[in-house]
């Protein structure tokens, strides 16, 4: 009898593609090369099942016409990230994406550096939540891979957590093995547990072809969301065989997933 597991009846995560990094390079000209929606229409001929986006306060890479067009123009679901502001909740609200992640955001910030600070901050988020679930947007909450945080999700009826993958992906980029291992046993136990709870559970942040491998072995993932790595991996060898490699390394964990 063959005792390998039958890949065809196991669940493969979606891959989101994040495209904010093509916006990062054009704007780096000023001008409208390269673009976006081009990239975002690319990634899903390629395989990739939605797009993420960040319109950030200052319009650092993505622009508010980037988000009009995506959502006029792919196929995929939009998953618009978010700041927890009046001016986002008011795009969001125009626009209606298929789904909005709600991140923290600093100016300063090279990238989302941790995640939502929902417990401490429960009364700015929660209302910003409850008014995108009324208008039929998915709401999704990046944060922290902790039990307190999940337990505020929970109470705010939120459907999808993210949980951010960057500090166990920086630490084994640094070779902080015992770190990793401990960020790595947090997020392990988050998933579960947050799954148990009736959460749908999403990671992203850092993400690369060897840590997605791994986190598709968690049963309960449904959804890696990856940009840099991708944008940068397409320089070497072309943005469909980037996603390509991604799909294929989410199948081989997702193989192995227990059950
Ligand atoms: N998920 C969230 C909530 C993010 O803020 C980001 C970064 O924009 C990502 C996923 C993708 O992270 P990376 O670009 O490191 O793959």
């Given at each position: 009898?063959?005792a390998s597991?039958?890949?065809?009846r196991q669940?493969i995560p979606?891959?989101?593609v994040?495209i904010d990094?093509v916006?990062?390079?054009?704007?780096a000209r000023?001008?409208d090369?390269?673009?976006?929606?081009?990239?975002?229409?690319?990634?899903?001929?390629?395989?990739a099942?939605?797009?993420?986006?960040?319109?950030?306060?200052d319009?650092r890479?993505?622009r508010?016409?980037?988000?009009a067009r995506?959502?006029a123009?792919i196929?995929?679901?939009?998953?618009?990230e978010m700041?927890?502001?009046?001016?986002?909740?008011a795009?969001?609200?125009?626009?209606?994406?298929h789904?909005a992640?709600l991140?923290?955001?600093?100016?300063?910030?090279?990238?989302?550096e941790?995640?939502?600070?929902?417990?401490?901050g429960?009364?700015v988020?929660q209302?910003a939540a409850?008014r995108?679930k009324?208008?039929g947007i998915?709401v999704?909450l990046f944060?922290?891979?902790d039990?307190a945080a999940?337990?505020?999700?929970?109470r705010?009826?939120a459907p999808v957590v993210e949980?951010?993958?960057?500090?166990?992906c920086?630490?084994?980029t640094q070779?902080?093995?015992?770190?990793a291992?401990?960020?790595?046993?947090?997020l392990?136990?988050a998933a579960?547990?947050g799954?148990k709870?009736g959460?749908?559970?999403?990671v992203?942040?850092?993400?690369?072809?060897?840590?997605?491998?791994?986190?598709?072995?968690?049963?309960?993932v449904?959804?890696?969301?990856?940009?840099h790595f991708?944008i940068?991996?397409?320089?070497?060898?072309?943005?469909?065989?980037?996603i390509a490699?991604m799909?294929?390394?989410?199948k081989?964990g997702a193989a192995k997933?227990?059950?």
């Open positions: 009898m063959n597991p039958d890949v065809s669940v979606r891959l989101g994040n990094h916006a990062t390079v054009r704007n000023g001008g090369l390269p673009d976006p929606v081009r990239a975002a229409k690319l990634a899903i001929s390629a395989g099942d939605g797009i993420t986006a960040h319109l950030r306060e319009r890479h993505i508010d016409g980037d988000i995506l959502i123009s196929s995929k679901p939009l998953n618009f700041a927890v502001t009046d001016e986002m909740v795009i969001a609200l125009m626009t209606k994406p789904a992640c991140v923290p955001e600093k100016r300063s910030e090279r990238t989302t941790g995640g939502l600070d929902v417990v401490g429960y009364g988020v209302p409850e995108l009324q208008a998915r999704s944060i922290e891979p039990p999940l337990s505020a999700a929970v705010m009826g949980l951010h993958t960057g500090a166990w920086e630490a084994i070779g902080h093995g015992d770190e291992q401990r960020h790595f046993n947090r392990q136990e579960e547990t799954a709870q959460l749908e559970i999403h992203g942040h850092g993400l690369d072809f060897s840590t997605a491998e791994i986190i598709s072995t968690f049963p309960s449904m959804e890696l969301n990856i940009g991708l940068g991996e397409s320089i070497f060898c072309g943005l469909e065989q980037a490699g799909r294929a390394a989410i081989r997933r227990a059950g």
